[in-house]
């Protein structure tokens, strides 16, 4: 699959596709493996999903901070708008 040379492939939108997909589930630490592996890899090329990861930890990290006992029923609600946020991100496709 890795071909040599170019790095920097610009228009990997099936890549970015996936890792945004799979990215609540990372940040959720749910990932593991493979999966996880490739997210990662693809993140350490891609600034358009490192920046959405970034603004995802901070979003999360704030609601942990602002609401410390958070109940589980609650938590998923959280992380089902991060995956509409996400979604909404992916339909963008700047
Ligand atoms: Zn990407």
Redesign the pocket.
Known sequence: MAKNGGHHHHG?KE??KK?LTGMSEYVDNDLKGTGKKSLES?LAN?K??MAVLNTLKKTIEIFRVSTPRMPKSMAKKVRQSIKHEIAALEKKGK
């Open positions: 990997n890549n970015c890792t693809h891609c358009a999903c």
